[in-house]
């Protein structure tokens, strides 16, 4: 996690982002089996990222996540969200909020050539403008094809 990233602009790029057309793309709700790579908390309710999250990594495209590029067709990465609950002096996970999906597309040209997808905890896709809600933020890591988090080994 950056701590450039403006989380003042976040809570409005996140309430945008699900009021606008619907990106098209399917649910991977297979996500659970795939590698787990790193968790972070973000405890604040008023923030519009807020949950515990993971990010989990498709199988075919964790050598890639490694080295932080070299995505191939298909490569999908994905963050569910959660209820951060609190009590007997622990932070565990809570309720499955929704998941958030990014799967590589050479066709989504507007968005670097990923496709982004949000889903409810039951797989229904939530309405988002891709570019608006999700690239705009991802874009930050030109150099690292878009992607975010690394690789802890
Ligand atoms: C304000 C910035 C911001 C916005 C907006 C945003 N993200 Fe992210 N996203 C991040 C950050 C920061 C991480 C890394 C989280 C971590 O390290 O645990 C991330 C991680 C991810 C990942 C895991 C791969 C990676 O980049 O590490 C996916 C998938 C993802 N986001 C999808 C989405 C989708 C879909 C949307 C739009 C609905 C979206 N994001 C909107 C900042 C943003």
């Given at each position: 996690?950056?701590?450039?990233?403006?989380?003042?602009?976040?809570?409005?790029?996140?309430?945008?982002?699900l009021?606008?057309?619907?990106?098209?793309?399917?649910?991977?709700?297979?996500?659970?089996?795939?590698?787990h790579?790193?968790?972070?908390?973000i405890?604040?309710?008023?923030?519009?990222?807020?949950?515990?999250?993971?990010?989990y990594?498709?199988?075919?495209?964790?050598a890639?996540?490694?080295?932080?590029?070299?995505?191939?067709?298909?490569?999908?990465?994905?963050?569910?969200?959660?209820?951060?609950?609190?009590?007997?002096?622990?932070?565990?996970?809570?309720a499955?909020?929704?998941?958030?999906?990014?799967?590589?597309?050479?066709?989504?040209?507007?968005?670097?050539?990923?496709r982004?997808?949000?889903?409810?905890?039951?797989?229904?896709?939530?309405?988002?403008d891709?570019?608006?809600?999700?690239?705009?933020?991802?874009?930050?890591?030109?150099?690292?094809e878009?992607?975010?988090?690394?690789?802890?080994?």
């Amino acid at each position: 996690m950056k701590r450039s990233v403006s989380f003042a602009a976040v809570a409005a790029v996140v309430v945008s982002c699900l009021s606008y057309a619907g990106a098209g793309l399917a649910y991977p709700s297979e996500w659970r089996s795939w590698q787990h790579v790193k968790s972070m908390v973000i405890p604040d309710k008023a923030h519009g990222l807020y949950g515990f999250h993971h990010v989990y990594v498709h199988p075919k495209a964790l050598a890639a996540y490694q080295k932080g590029k070299g995505y191939q067709e298909g490569a999908t990465l994905v963050v569910p969200f959660y209820e951060v609950a609190e009590g007997g002096g622990a932070v565990s996970q809570g309720a499955l909020l929704k998941v958030a999906v990014m799967k590589r597309d050479k066709t989504a040209t507007e968005t670097g050539g990923w496709r982004y997808g949000a889903f409810d905890p039951a797989g229904k896709a939530l309405e988002l403008d891709a570019k608006v809600g999700c690239h705009t933020c991802h874009e930050a890591k030109k150099d690292r094809e878009f992607v975010f988090s690394e690789w802890a080994p």
